[in-house]
């Protein structure tokens, strides 16, 4: 038995060992900030890449790969972009014995692998709009604290780049991908706040960006992922143009949308418990575990009856595990729960003659499912389940969340906090150092909850201009 730390006092110990506890990764690797995928992480990261690609693909994108190494002289070309990224940068100066004449970056982030090709796929306004995107490992030189999914070296990342004809369709591929999102956070019962980032903050060469932050633990919270609007910041400098219908040559407008197994972070930050993790159906490495509790005289007929009820959800296109292991079915219980799978079934001697199994979900709420109709059964509780395991996240994600009428309220701050702000970048940054954290930015669209609107700048009283902005700290 793992004792696992408190989730409320102590948010980090806790994620660490529940990570560790369930399997999902191993962290001896010899260089810091890059995990070794366990089977059992990796199940659960493809369900995640599952989803995504499901959703972006239903939005007219194509998959596409380009090359881990981008060319030095590329990757200078976006002045912002570089001075962003430079510090971050694992580099690569010798093949074999030799000094590389171009020095080559491995790749932190697409754009300036992808950009120099998008100049040569895109002529005319019929090769638009272009929307592709990429699921590979990127890499940072992350320099502070690394943690497993949340701040890693090696990243598992999904990227979608896009060529509009204009500014006006890139902020609808923008809106498209603010739905897209919208969906795949659904799919895994996460709730979520879109939050426009400060000036000082966006990604390094966009026009502007929006992120998808996740509060956590008491201010805590966690971009999962976010989407960009480049205007022509790239397409000038990588020279994306193409022929308009009336014969004249314009730049293409760019997005980007970005996500990586942050989203796997965030499952387990948001729906773990004191038992360990909680996986959301569709995340699920295994959907549901079947268990024999079995007595020496039937243990021949309970054990083909287990065989029997797994099989059956098998060939229903479940993701089923059989555990007919010498153990205690406590054990089992106590094992099945800390990998988080949504539903154990109970196949008991007692049973045999009746007409149902028991079944027992993630969250302990415990129902029979009939024989006959198993697999109907089964779908229902686990539609039930993720409907519950919603529910409880958006009450947790509302309750997380209060307003600051002064500097002061954001000192040790144990909630994210609702401000107002001026918009002057010095407030912004007296409310980052209030809340020795971020100023994470202005709500895009409604907040999932009730918010009353603020009537002046927390840092300078100002009452002009006054929006509503948000206040944390990022992990
Ligand atoms: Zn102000």
């Not at 990570?19 to 890059?34: C, P, T, W």
């Not at 019962?189 to 966006?202: F, G, H, N, S, T």
């Not at 006959?372 to 389940?385: C, E, Q, W």
């Amino acid at each position: 038995m793992v004792e696992l730390p408190d989730k409320s006092a102590s948010f980090v110990e806790w994620y660490l060992a529940v990570v560790e506890a369930a399997n999902l990764s191993d962290k001896r690797y010899g260089v810091k900030g890059m995990n070794v995928w366990t089977p059992y992480g990796l199940k659960a990261r493809r369900n995640l890449d599952r989803v995504l690609v499901r959703e972006i693909e239903a939005t007219g994108s194509e998959a596409v790969e380009f090359p881990a190494l981008i060319p030095a002289t590329e990757f200078a070309k976006e002045k912002e972009h570089i001075k962003g990224f430079d510090a971050q940068v694992f580099w690569v100066t010798r093949g074999g014995l030799s000094e590389l004449d171009v020095p080559l970056v491995l790749r932190p982030t697409s754009e300036t692998a992808i950009y120099p090709i998008f100049a040569l796929w895109v002529r005319s306004h019929r090769d638009l709009p272009l929307n592709v995107y990429q699921i590979v490992n990127t890499f940072r030189y992350e320099t502070k604290t690394t943690r497993p999914f949340v701040r890693v070296r090696e990243i598992h990342f999904f990227e979608e780049h896009t060529c509009q004809a204009d500014e006006a369709r890139a902020t609808e591929r923008v809106a498209s991908n603010l739905e897209a999102f919208r969906r795949m956070a659904a799919a895994f019962a996460l709730p979520y706040i879109a939050v426009r980032r400060p000036e000082w903050d966006k990604f390094a060469g966009a026009h502007y960006s929006i992120a998808f932050d996740l509060p956590l633990a008491g201010a805590r919270t966690l971009q999962v992922g976010s989407v960009h609007h480049y205007r022509d910041n790239f397409a000038v400098p990588y020279g994306i143009r193409y022929e308009a219908p009336d014969g004249s040559v314009r730049v293409v407008h760019q997005t980007t949308f970005g996500l990586s197994e942050r989203l796997l972070g965030a499952i387990v930050g948001v729906h773990g418990d004191a038992k360990g993790v909680v996986f959301p159906t569709e995340a699920a490495p295994y959907e549901v575990v079947v268990v024999p509790v079995t007595t020496a005289a039937a243990a021949e007929k309970v054990g083909a009856a287990a065989q029997h009820v797994a099989e059956t959800l098998k060939a229903a296109g479940r993701r089923v595990v059989l555990d007919a292991g010498e153990e205690r079915p406590g054990a089992k219980y106590y094992r099945w729960e800390l990998a988080g799978v949504p539903l154990r079934i109970e196949v008991g001697a007692r049973e045999l003659e009746t007409d149902r199994w028991t079944s027992v979900d993630r969250l302990g709420r415990k129902e029979p499912v009939g024989r006959a109709t198993l697999a109907a059964d089964v779908a229902a509780r686990l539609v039930a389940f993720d409907r519950e395991l919603a529910r409880r996240a958006e009450a947790a994600l509302a309750a997380s969340f209060a307003p600051a009428a002064t500097l002061a309220d954001l000192h040790g701050s144990r909630q994210v906090r609702l401000v107002g702000w001026c918009g002057a970048e010095a407030c912004g940054h007296a409310i980052e150092q209030a809340i020795d954290g971020a100023l994470l930015g202005t709500p895009e669209g409604p907040l999932p909850f009730p918010v009353v609107a603020p009537a002046s700048c927390v840092a300078c009283g100002k009452t002009l201009g006054v929006r509503l902005a948000i206040a944390g700290q990022p992990m």
